[in-house]
């Protein structure tokens, strides 16, 4: 009982020390000098989205942009019809291609956009991201600021249902408590290569020379093949606070809480490599909370133990809801969350090892997708008399 309990108390303070010492750098965005001038394509792909393309859409248009540029992505409700609608000389609406072998619809549907896009720089956004009018002009600013080309983050995240509030606030959790944002500033290595595919800041120059997203088009976690194929073409990218740039309600039901963790786990958490360190870590932080649940059977030196870890596991968990806009309960309920996490890691794993596919937005994915080359999508190239200005 006593090493195990060591063992836990270690393996909680690590990532509760890294996460204190991440949020003293993990600053939001950089402010703007103006938001007159950002030569910004903000890029939505939307795929059955009527409920959210409007409100997406006149967000955007709130910003100082070139365009928005929306692809619908052979929707069958309203979408398109809804952003035709929207009277403003900016929006522009594609006609989704159908999609190819080898690739996943999102990465399908974010290179279209790519290929049409006139800006300086690429805003990609999913349809449920609400931005702030100063978001493009502060992306800029914090690009031009670090040197960087790629900017992400984790936007506001709006919770409702008793599964969201447990489950989606772990993303902050697992981000800031297991990746060292010094060390990924200070280096160029692909591992270090992490971003959120609700928003994705780019160069438009850098995002060519990387191949985009068809260096990783049967991929589904976009969020963190595009910078790690950024860092692989020699650019650097970087990650800031989007709590106050941008909100978004990234899932509307328990089964879509468990979908959407489960689908892409056999590239994050859920990987072969990864799973049982993850299982340590995770785990070490639920183990006194069932320990004290019975504290009648504890001495009082593995009961003290177990009170310590407890509390090193739910001091991140404080410090987040403060920073974060997150609800108490989540924290409340941060061991519950844990369980559920891990579990949806390992059914995602045995989803991957058995080869089962996963459905996502009406389309279903093979998880040991059949190696093609993938077909090359048509970039816009600068007009002569453009590039002689």
């Known amino acids: 009982m006593t090493i195990f309990l060591l063992v836990a108390l270690t393996c909680t303070a690590l990532p509760a020390i890294l996460f204190w010492r991440n949020l ?16 910004v394509s903000i890029l939505i792909p939307a795929r059955n989205e009527e409920e959210n393309i409007e409100a997406a859409v006149r967000r955007a248009l709130a910003n100082a942009c070139t365009e928005v540029v929306v692809l619908d992505d052979q929707s069958q409700d309203r979408t398109a019809a809804i952003v035709r609608g929207i009277d403003d000389a900016r929006v522009r609406l594609l006609e989704g291609q159908s999609l190819p072998f080898g690739w996943c619809g999102k990465n399908f549907a974010a290179a279209q956009l790519a290929g049409h896009a006139r800006g300086e720089y690429f805003l990609f956004v999913d349809a449920d991201v609400r931005l702030a009018p100063d978001a493009t002009a502060r992306l800029v600013a914090e690009a031009k600021a ?21 489950l989606v606030p772990l993303i902050h959790f697992v981000l800031l408590g297991f990746l060292p944002i010094a060390r990924m500033r200070s280096s160029r290595a692909p591992a270090y290569g992490t971003g959120c595919g609700q928003l994705l800041f780019v160069s438009a120059t850098a995002y060519r020379h990387s191949g985009g997203h068809a260096s990783f088009a049967d991929r589904l976690h976009d969020g963190l093949e595009l910078p790690r194929a950024f860092r692989r073409a020699g ?39 990864r799973i049982l360190p993850t299982t340590i870590f995770l785990g070490s932080a639920v183990l006194p909370f069932f320990l004290l649940l019975q504290p009648q059977k504890l001495s009082l030196f593995h009961f003290s133990l177990a009170m310590i870890t407890a509390a090193l596991a739910l001091w991140p968990r404080l410090l987040a809801r ?3 806009q997150q609800r108490w309960i989540s924290v409340l309920l941060h061991p519950v969350g844990l369980t559920l996490l891990l ?5 995602g794993l045995v989803r991957y090892l058995t080869r089962r596919s996963t459905s996502w937005k009406g389309r279903t994915y093979s998880t040991h997708p059949d190696k093609a080359e993938p077909p090359v999508i048509p970039m816009r190239t600068p007009d002569p008399i453009e590039s002689a200005l």
């Open 322 to 324: 403060a920073r974060f």
């Open 235 to 273: 650019f650097k990218t970087d990650l800031c606070d989007l709590t106050d740039l941008a909100d978004c309600r990234m899932y509307r039901s328990a089964g879509e809480v468990c979908r959407g963790f489960t689908k892409n786990a056999h590239e994050s958490l859920g990987a072969p490599s």
């Open 343 to 347: 579990g949806m890691q390992w059914v």
């Open 24 to 39: 003293r750098v993990f600053a939001p965005a950089a402010s703007a000098p103006n938001t007159e001038a950002a030569d």
């Open 146 to 166: 670090r040197d960087v080309q790629l900017v992400s983050g984790i936007p506001r995240q709006i919770t409702e249902t008793l599964f969201e509030k447990m």
